[in-house]
């Protein structure tokens, strides 16, 4: 599976951004899907991730209860949907495609495929 990540930009402190990420192929919906963010300086880091079927999300303490994470399978697309900005959520945004589990693995590396980073800065 190949990754396409979009939606990214600048937006006010307390603002919305919905970030999408395609996917090529026709197996999207035997991967679990996440997204991983890395700001300057930073480690990368989980934000979010959804089962195959589009169920039990599951979120960093740092965005539960602002982001939501979203998938269509019938358009091979995942959404992450960020609302209540602050400017540390400034950072590159990553999707990925893994067929083992994503959320609490500890895993920031060696998934099955990445989104080629989708850029999102927050002012104040």
């Known amino acids: 599976v190949q990754l396409q990540g979009l939606g990214g930009g600048l937006v006010q402190a307390g603002g919305s951004l919905r970030l999408s990420c395609a996917a090529s192929g026709r197996t999207f919906s035997e991967y679990v899907m996440g997204w991983f963010r890395q700001a300057p300086g930073k480690e990368r880091e989980f934000v979010a991730s959804?089962?195959?079927?589009?169920?039990?999300?599951a979120y960093a303490d740092s965005v539960k209860g602002r982001f939501t994470i979203s998938r269509d399978n019938a358009k091979n697309t995942v959404y992450l949907q960020m609302n209540s900005l602050k400017p540390e959520d400034t950072a590159v945004y990553y999707c990925?495609?893994?067929?083992?589990?994503?959320?609490?693995?500890?895993?920031?590396?060696?998934?099955?495929?990445w989104g080629q980073g989708t850029e999102v800065t927050v002012s104040s």
């Open positions: 990925v495609a893994d067929k083992r589990p994503i959320a609490g693995t500890g895993r920031s590396t060696g998934f099955d495929a």
């Open positions: 959804i089962n195959k079927r589009g169920v039990k999300p």
